[in-house]
């Protein structure tokens, strides 16, 4: 299994952009399709944003297409989540998991077996 150790988070104004990263260590990194989740208080997990092992395909969710972009370097074991024009709506613990499989139709969090322990991003209107 691969562990995973998020960072990067933070408190910011509606409008700014932030980066959080993803360090992996463990299991070899390159073999693992990254997502990228995050849970609001009272609401469930969902999803943010997924890139395969290679980084030639990524899935984003509805609400954060043209805002965010998953990226990743398997020579630093890190994956990145850039985040611009932040809306008060993003505010919510962002996770990092790792999973085998890559759907073409979208990510399922039942896919991730390894999860990091979450950074919070809080956007200030």
């Known amino acids: 299994q691969v562990q995973l150790v998020e960072s990067g988070g933070g408190l910011v104004q509606a409008g700014d952009s932030l980066r959080i990263s993803c360090a992996a260590s463990?299991?070899?990194?390159?073999?693992?399709?990254m997502g990228w989740f995050r849970q609001a208080p009272d609401k469930d997990r969902e999803v943010v944003a997924g890139i395969n092992w290679s980084g030639d395909y990524t899935y984003y969710t509805d609400s954060v297409k043209g805002r965010f972009t998953i990226s990743r370097d398997n020579a630093k074991n890190t994956v990145y989540l850039q985040m611009n024009s932040l809306k008060p709506d993003d505010t919510a613990v962002y996770y990092c998991?790792?999973?085998?499989?890559?759907?073409?139709?979208?990510?399922?969090?039942?896919?991730?077996?390894?999860w990091g322990q979450g950074t919070q991003v809080t956007v200030s209107a």
């Open positions: 998991a790792a999973a085998l499989r890559w759907r073409v139709d979208g990510l399922q969090i039942s896919d991730f077996g390894s």
């Open positions: 463990g299991d070899r990194f390159s073999m693992y399709v």
